[in-house]
């Protein structure tokens, strides 16, 4: 029987030119293919040594470092289940995920040890290490007497490879359980979708806690045994001064708005670029277009989630539709159902219900909540609202939570957002749903101006008077110098709907 561990997939693609990069660290560090096989060969020997036995969990809340990669390509050879953690998450908040995922081992880094380690003593955590970003901590001080291992240990196929825990933004998170075939399956489809070759060069600026910068980025490269210029977080400066030597970036749409606000970035400085990807949020159609007509490249919008990595994408080869999130990759299908789980006409808008063999194998400790998540039938229920057209183009509407019920009516507001973000002086919209008295909720936009021309909030009221029904349109606007942003650059409608509640009290 085959080994199914996703490290054993990623070996066969590493380059054969001894001196091929894989990581190209910013301050000038390096990391080969062909250091790969020792240096994550000690890493399971330190794992190993300190208990870490197949099957265990290894929880990391670290800054992104090389070190950083390799113990994660060192938990798949072990067979041990990595679990990062977003390095924002406060101490009473990492508390919850040690309690719930029960780690054998825990790294932090060595600024937040102290706060931490008491944490984790509290949750039974048997070992903690640090590690820097810049290299330091008592993780990298303990590989000087690892024995180097030779082994990746044997895996089947739904063995987990990794727990990403949701950001819990409708009640405690949930640990997303993903199998090596889980990684594989979506590795091995964007690698082909996204037409990737050797001597592409990517310019990463994510994160590493999240499944874009983790997984989708990082596994494209190593099945390319592509070179990945490796920043430790998104400046703008370093981007424009590292373009001209990468060939394919991946961001979220922060990334491009920024750049975007940059006179240098012209069609010049993109000129070797032949792939510009977007998601973790939706990608304003105006940042779409101004991208297009200063750079000459239409970006890529694709769409995914936590539970299934990716799950569509607009084509490499074909019509990329601002607004729209493309087609189902291969492998995977994509249905628009109503509240049963019946498939809806083309053209209306559902929970959108996928079924691959991307599809995680559940949440952690939680089977109850996992079979609320899937019909009986097998499928996914995102919990994303979105309309398929007549060619399967699939456009995501908004989350089913974030749906507002005003008057008896549902409301869409994605259909809103899209309307004010049209409108002259703004840059961008939230739209949500508070408590109303006469009408269960009200319709309430939040709007950030671009300063281009003036806007208030009865100019905005104004402009969408012919252009939405009545019951769609905002009943306050409130104008604001930004919206609250997750670490992905997801807007947290959360946050806004707690801000605005008593709106109409």
């Given amino acids: 029987m085959s080994n199914a561990n996703l490290y054993e997939l990623f070996s066969q693609h590493f380059p054969a030119d001894a001196d091929a990069v894989f990581l190209d660290g910013v301050d000038g560090r390096l990391l080969r293919y062909s250091d790969l096989p020792a240096r994550t060969g000690q890493m399971v020997g330190l794992l190993h040594a300190r208990g870490v036995a197949k099957g265990d969990r290894v929880v990391v809340q670290v800054e992104k470092s090389i070190d950083a990669v390799l113990l994660y390509l060192a938990c798949l050879r072990a067979g ?41 003593a509290a949750a039974g955590v048997a070992e903690l290490l640090d590690l820097g970003a810049d290299g330091s901590g008592g993780l990298v001080d303990a590989l000087a007497a ?60 994510l994160p590493i806690f999240h499944v874009h910068g983790l997984f989708v980025a990082l596994h494209c490269a190593l099945l390319g045994g592509s070179r990945v210029i490796f920043m430790p977080r998104f400046d703008v400066a370093t981007v424009l001064e590292r373009l001209p030597g990468a060939t394919v970036m991946m961001g979220v749409p922060t990334f491009y708005t920024r750049l975007l606000d940059q006179p240098a ?26 991208f297009e007509a200063r750079t000459g490249h ?5 769409y995914g989630m936590t539970e299934a990595g990716m799950i569509t994408s607009n084509p490499y080869h074909g019509e990329r539709v601002a607004g729209t999130v493309g087609f189902a990759l291969p492998g995977v299908l994509a249905r628009v159902a109503d509240e049963h789980g019946r498939e809806l006409p083309r053209g209306e808008a559902g929970v959108l219900e996928i079924s691959g063999p991307n599809v995680f194998r559940g949440y952690w400790q939680m089977p109850e909540k996992t079979a609320e998540e ?31 019920i005003s008057g008896g009516f549902n409301v869409y507001p994605k259909e809103i957002e899209s309307q004010i973000d049209e409108l002259p002086g703004v840059r961008e919209s939230a739209v949500i749903g508070v408590p109303h008295p006469d009408f269960g909720e009200g319709v309430t936009a939040v709007v950030v101006p671009d300063r281009s021309a003036p806007i208030s909030e009865q100019s905005v009221i104004d402009a969408l008077r012919d252009r939405l029904a ?36």
């Fill in 298 to 302: 239409r970006i890529l919008e694709r």
């Fill in 374 to 404: 899937f019909r009986a039938d097998g499928w996914f229920i995102t919990g994303d609202i979105a309309r398929m057209d007549d060619d399967g183009r699939v456009t995501i509407v908004g989350r089913a939570k974030d749906l507002i």
């Fill in 265 to 290: 970035l012209d069609r010049g400085l993109c000129a070797d670029m032949r792939l510009f990807i977007s998601g973790s949020a939706p990608l304003l159609a105006d940042t779409h277009r101004d």
């Fill in 80 to 120: 041990a289940i990595y679990i990062p953690l977003n390095t924002a998450y406060t101490p009473a908040e990492v508390g919850y995920f040690l309690g719930d995922a029960a780690p054998r081992l825990f790294v932090c880094s060595p600024a937040t040890r102290d706060a931490l380690a008491p944490v984790a």
């Fill in 146 to 205: 690892a024995p180097v291992s030779d082994a990746t240990a044997g895996v089947a196929p739904d063995d987990l490879a990794a727990i990403l825990y949701t950001s819990g933004t409708t009640g405690r998170s949930k640990g997303a359980m993903l199998s090596h075939a889980n990684l594989a399956s979506n590795a091995r489809v964007l690698h082909d979708y996204w037409h990737w070759r050797r001597d592409d060069v990517l310019l990463h600026a």
């Fill in 470 to 505: 009545r019951f769609k349109q905002p009943k306050r606007v409130f104008v604001v110098d930004e919206l609250p942003r997750n670490t992905m650059g997801k807007v947290q409608k959360g946050v806004l709907r707690d801000t605005y509640k008593d709106t109409f009290a």
